[in-house]
């Protein structure tokens, strides 16, 4: 008895369920909420590479085409289904950027297999449409199609591609809207969720092969602060009254450079005419009280993998809490998580701008002019500067990064000889560098640890199990246990560092500054907030953390102003004194009287008075207090114009380009 065969629409039908299928389970299985009106265009989209899925199954031999077609549907299904895995470990998508360098992430192979059991039911739930497919495959008419039937096939997805665009302004045009994203905004995991991952990735590979100049900067939003600070008249003390000796001047003018942006040529290039007008047209922040608090001292910048404020603790990590509570104390802290998270984490708090979204921005930058980091800053008043890394040299390509940031860099592999475990130890790695610079100061070492790092269990992790009789008795679950015995190593570590300051005689004039790259999501929501104590907010507090700024002998003070890893860099700037440019940088220093504001990567924002989630246009007010829509459009237009702006100066090289021959030179080690 002959099967029912299916007419030579079906196949096309079959595609076309069959990515709508995947985009709704990963849609399910990834964005901040499920119903939402764009949910029709996960629905529309697919139907552009489902036509062009059928056309390549008929183009040849009956044969050939009945063996295209599972094939077809097996590549759809490694492709959501490596995403989703990708997604569970780092919380964002892989860009095509990072699908070339895969090699790198393929290290971490028993996350990937973790990953994979844990996301067993919606992988296997993907997998239905494909062995459907191989099953019924042999039913599915395999003619060859006419050639005459080609153009109308390739104009009927032009079509519909130009008809879902035209589509798209019914969605909204606001920042983050399907429009935006298509059009102005390079944000792949917000893509994803507002139009499925297929045309995300597609604009990724487009905008990665052509470039990508996104929307115009709004200077509306922007406002010109005066360049000097008012000043009082001085006053004539009465003679016939005692002597009273004035408090002293505090200094309040702005923290900029002689920079003449008008004068700058752009040889017709429009971004770098709009980035003159942009960083023109900001407000400087101001000299202070605290400016030059640090000058001339030695400063250790420490980014530390995985750590987080839930990990001080006064009895399992002393030396974390020594350093957080004898130094500035800021409890108001948050780290943004970027798409490439530890790198990405590196490059906001060493450059004091923004990640570029679909790349791997420290590698990029590589080959610019960097002469705005604390290491070339530094170079420039005769300091060494050393950059230290416990695991692979060129894992992230930083062998190239981190001597354009101005560092002589060690790492394994390339002059720091540590044992290769997995992951390795950071007391080891600090053991074996502090020689390298104590006894020729000045001096500016900056380490990239690695013992913190995921996955946390006593069994494949190999600084929980040396830490594991230290959490024992603690009453966590195992993975818990197991990431702060990773962290009691960093704290050991810090020990060990602060006993060589003191046995050098350099610790009350060296600086400690420490932060981590991003949250520790190799822990589940529940275990972060098993660690918390209550359930953790994953819109806001899973970013919020510690950064710790300490040198011994130093007045311990509490900063509750509102702050975060962009703040860094221009915070240690005016704290050391150095002749820099505020504008430049997409933070603040946190002591100026600039206003507080953290932006996160979804474009989600926080100031003194509101909390603002992008992807589902929350507001939420704090203190009572009221904000109008054009307030709320005000500031999402602010933080599109600083992603667009530290996006440009990443492509186009835009400090070379605005100091020129001016450009300040490297020190020498």
């Known amino acids: ?41 996960l629905m529309l989209y697919p139907l552009v590479p489902a036509v062009l899925l059928f056309a390549l199954c008929r183009l040849f031999p009956p044969r050939a085409n009945r063996v295209l077609g599972p094939v077809c549907s097996g590549l759809c299904y490694i492709f959501f289904a490596s995403q989703l895995v990708y997604y569970s470990i780092f919380h964002c998508f892989y860009s095509a950027y990072s699908m070339g360098n895969g090699g790198q992430v393929m290290q971490f192979w028993k996350v990937t297999l973790h990953a994979i059991r844990k996301n067993w039911l919606p992988l296997s739930l993907m997998l239905l449409p494909p062995v459907g497919h191989a099953v019924l495959g042999k039913r599915f008419s395999a003619a060859r199609l006419r ?66 100049e996104g929307g115009e900067i709004e200077l509306a939003t922007e406002t010109k602060a005066p360049m000097e600070a008012p000043t009082e008249a001085p006053t004539v003390p009465d003679a016939t009254e005692p002597t009273v000796l004035p408090e002293p001047v505090v200094d309040t003018s702005p923290n900029v450079l002689e920079l003449d942006f008008d004068a700058v040529p752009t040889e017709g290039n429009d971004v770098l005419s709009e980035l003159n007008a942009y960083f023109s047209s900001r407000t400087p922040t101001n000299k202070n009280e605290k400016t030059g608090m640090f000058e001339g001292c030695n400063l250790i910048l420490i980014t530390a993998e995985s750590f987080s404020y839930l990990a001080i603790d006064p009895e399992l990590t002393p030396t974390l809490y020594k350093l957080q509570t004898e130094g500035f104390n800021f409890t108001n802290f948050y780290t943004p998580y970027w798409d490439v998270s ?37 170079k ?161 507090e899973r970013y919020r953390n510690a950064f710790i700024l300490y040198k011994k002998g130093m007045k311990p003070e509490r900063v509750d102003s509102l702050c975060c890893t962009l703040d860094i860099l221009p915070t240690l700037s005016n704290l050391f004194g150095l002749d820099f440019d505020s504008r ?37 007010l704090l203190q009572g207090n009221e904000l109008s829509p054009e307030e709320v459009e005000e500031r999402n237009q602010d933080v599109s114009n600083r992603f667009r702006a530290s996006a440009w100066v990443l492509e186009q090289d835009y400090w070379r380009y605005l100091f020129g021959d001016n450009l300040p030179p490297d020190g020498e080690n």
């Open 147 to 212: 050639l005459p039937y080609l153009p109308a096939f390739a104009a009927l997805a032009v079509a519909v591609h130009f008809g879902l665009m035209a589509l798209l302004p019914v969605f909204g045009t606001q920042p983050l809207s399907a429009y935006d994203l298509y059009h102005s905004t390079n944000d792949m995991k917000q893509t994803t969720a507002h139009l499925g991952l297929m045309p995300a990735f597609r604009l990724d590979v487009h905008r990665l092969l052509f470039g990508f």
């Open 380 to 540: 420039r008043l005769g300091y060494s500067a050393y950059a230290y890394h416990d695991h692979t040299y060129t894992y992230y390509d930083r062998n190239l990064s981190h001597p354009n940031l101005g560092y002589v860099y060690r790492a394994l592999g390339n002059g720091l000889d540590v044992e290769a475990t997995w992951p390795e130890s950071d007391i080891e790695m600090i053991d074996k560098t502090t020689a390298d610079y104590m006894g020729s100061e000045p001096f500016h070492a900056y380490y990239m640890t690695v013992s913190g790092h995921l996955e946390y269990n006593f069994n494949g992790n190999a600084m929980a199990k040396k830490n594991q009789d230290l959490v024992k008795d603690l009453p966590y679950s195992g993975s818990v246990r197991a990431y702060l015995a990773c962290q009691i190593e960093l704290d050991r570590a810090l020990e060990l560092l602060l006993q060589r300051l003191d046995e050098a005689g350099v610790a009350e004039n060296t600086v400690i500054a420490l932060t981590g790259d991003h949250y520790p999501y190799g822990l589940t929501d529940e275990e972060q907030s098993e660690l918390a104590g209550h359930e953790i907010d994953t819109r806001f």
């Open 1 to 41: 008895m002959n099967k029912r065969k299916f007419g030579p629409w079906w196949l096309l039908l079959f595609f076309w369920a069959e990515l709508c299928f995947m985009e709704l389970v990963v849609h399910a299985a990834t964005a901040p909420q499920f119903w939402q009106p764009e949910l029709v265009l």
């Open 584 to 620: 430049l940088y997409m933070g603040r220093d946190v002591f100026s009287d600039a206003e507080p504001f953290v932006l996160l990567r979804d474009h989600s924002w926080i100031t003194e008075n509101a909390m603002y989630y992008a992807p589902s246009d929350e507001l939420i």
């Open 342 to 378: 530890t790198s990405d984490g590196e490059y906001a708090a060493l450059t004091g701008t923004i990640p570029k979204p679909g790349t791997w921005s420290l590698r990029d930058s590589a080959e610019n002019a960097m002469p705005l980091t604390m290491a070339q800053q530094l």
